[in-house]
């Protein structure tokens, strides 16, 4: 009893800074959740734009209220070694862990998205799990590889060397896209050299990593890559992975909104792949003059999106809340879609 008033204390006062800070309108957020029929076979995506203010706080918000019926699952566009390094940061609070992460920057919005993850969880007798389904970054499997091998040398490959080389790469500043594929490309090159050498010395890799060797393979033997036209399709076939033995169930998804939004996307395929076992229902970010965080510039949706808008003119900063009479997912026209509208955050 006092752990279930302590939880919702806090959850009144998180809601209430939130609301300080974005303006929220709760009411309708309240009006349009009741519209959804929740069960355990029931899966929300989140379509965002990233680097838009006041987006994860938003997401904060619908999290914590999901958290409340009963979602204990939040998948992130990252990388599984992101996912295990940001668990490793929900169960013990150690900020230097959130360094290999994209939380890395201390002031930044997405370190406290995961401050903010930590005290909601910090709270729940029933823990939260952070899964990831996207390509690995260089700085997350850099980090692990230097926690789980330390000096190692097993076969042809010397690890410390390899956790290094990662780690180092990330200090190299992208100043394009080129640049970022190019490190793609890389760190899928040492994947692919790792799957070599547990094939050939499997006993030794099992033996040496203990519980983490089957972490360790999920992420080299990954599907995923960020230049590769087939990235929504291994996206899907992960998350289906999980599905198949029940880790997925009330489980949160948050994407891009170009992984959602279009017929060959990763959510449309994925509801087309389960949709005699789950639904899936959608709250899809719509902006109007919001500001891209770290630079002077703002963001603006596609006329596609913002036709379906249900605020014609405001100058106040608000988030709004409103179901759209049919899916914009294209895919099952019986799922329910949750139009998320940010007006001038700044």
Not at 190 to 218: M, S, W
Not at 293 to 317: M, N, Q, V, W, Y
Not at 322 to 336: G, H, M, R, Y
């Amino acid at each position: 009893m006092k752990n279930n008033l302590f939880l919702s204390i806090a959850f009144v006062l998180l809601s209430s800074a939130l609301h300080a800070q974005l303006n929220i309108d709760s009411a309708s957020f309240y009006t349009s959740i009741e519209k959804l029929d929740i069960d355990e076979k029931t899966i929300i995506a989140i379509g965002e734009a990233h680097q838009v203010k006041s987006t994860l706080p938003t997401q904060i918000f619908i999290i914590n209220n999901l958290i409340a019926k009963g979602f204990r699952t939040v998948y992130i566009e990252g990388g599984q070694s992101e996912a295990i390094i940001i668990n490793m940061y929900l169960q013990t609070g150690e900020e230097e862990l959130l360094q290999y992460t994209r939380g890395r920057t201390t002031d930044g919005a997405y370190r406290k998205f995961l401050r903010s993850l930590y005290r909601i969880n910090l709270k729940l007798t029933d823990k939260l799990t952070v899964k990831g389904f996207d390509f690995e970054r260089p700085i997350c499997v850099g980090f692990l590889l230097s926690e789980w091998f330390k000096q190692e040398t097993i076969g042809n490959i010397r690890m410390d060397s390899v956790s290094n080389y990662l780690l180092e790469m990330d200090n190299v500043r992208n100043t394009s896209l080129k640049e970022v594929f190019n490190k793609s490309e890389q760190v899928q090159r040492i994947l692919d050299a790792l799957k070599k050498e547990v094939a050939q010395h499997q006993a030794i890799y099992k033996n040496v990593l203990g519980l983490h060797y089957e972490a360790f393979t999920r992420i080299i033997y990954s599907p995923v890559m960020e230049k590769n036209q087939s990235r929504d399709a291994s996206m899907t076939q992960y998350v289906l992975n999980d599905l198949k033995t029940n880790e997925a169930k009330n489980a949160i998804i948050i994407v891009g909104s170009n992984h959602l939004l279009h017929t060959y996307s990763f959510i449309p395929m994925l509801m087309n792949a389960t949709q005699d076992r789950y639904t899936i229902n959608s709250f899809v970010f719509l902006y109007n003059n919001c500001k891209n965080l770290g630079t002077e510039s703002f963001h603006t949706s596609r006329k596609k999106l913002l036709r379906h808008a249900t605020i014609s003119t405001t100058d106040k900063p608000i988030v709004k809340f409103s179901t759209l009479a049919s899916s914009l997912v294209p895919a099952n026209e019986e799922t329910i879609t949750i139009l998320t509208e940010l007006y001038n955050q700044k």
